[in-house]
């Protein structure tokens, strides 16, 4: 790099801690209702959004060890976020997998959709699984949602059951992913580069 010249920082993606709550929170209720909010009534997705994507609900989570969340962060902004639950209830019933985990929430800023932040977090999710010993890796996604299945299937996921998801009083159609975890993906290599350890 020439003199004069300065890096631009990469975006960091890192654990969240609980003084995030309130800008992590401010950004999914941005994305979702970016995505989602045009397919409900207002009273429906207002339930939704408080039982979701309250501050109260996001501190917990953040606080609950039995999760694990993930943002991105580029000057002093949060611009993209998942959480895991390390031990799934989503497939009781679809799928034989003894320690599955699941992939809660993948939401990138609406104005920053398509540039690589949700394959970082992807990656870290799956490095995490990796790291608890999940057999299987799991998520719901809309029935339409084809722009995130797309994401999905290019690493590995696929639909393994049909199944609801209530959005106030509204109930829609929604898939359930699953994506087994190979044992290589256990073993070394699979790690992240250093910079994105968390
Ligand atoms: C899905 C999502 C988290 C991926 O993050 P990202 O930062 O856009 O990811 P990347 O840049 O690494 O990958 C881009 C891919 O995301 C998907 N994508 C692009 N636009 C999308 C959109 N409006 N909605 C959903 N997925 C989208 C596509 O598969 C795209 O691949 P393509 O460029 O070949 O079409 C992000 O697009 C998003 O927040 N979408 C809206 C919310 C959503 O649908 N979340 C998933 C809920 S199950």
Redesign the pocket.
Known sequence: MGRGMTATPQPQLRLAAPEDTAALADLARR?VSA?FQHLYKPEDFATFMEAAHSDAKVAKEIADPGMSVAVIEEDGALI?FCKLVLQSTLSAGYSDALRPLELK????DPE????????RLMDWALAEAAQHGADEIQ????SE?V??Q??YH?YGFAKIADIEFWVGNHCDPEFLYARPMAPKDHGEGHGLAAAEQV
């Open positions: 994305a995505k993209a929430q993948l939401y990138t920053r959709i398509g540039g690589g932040l949700g394959k998520l719901t996604v809309y949602n722009e995130a797309r994401f290019r």
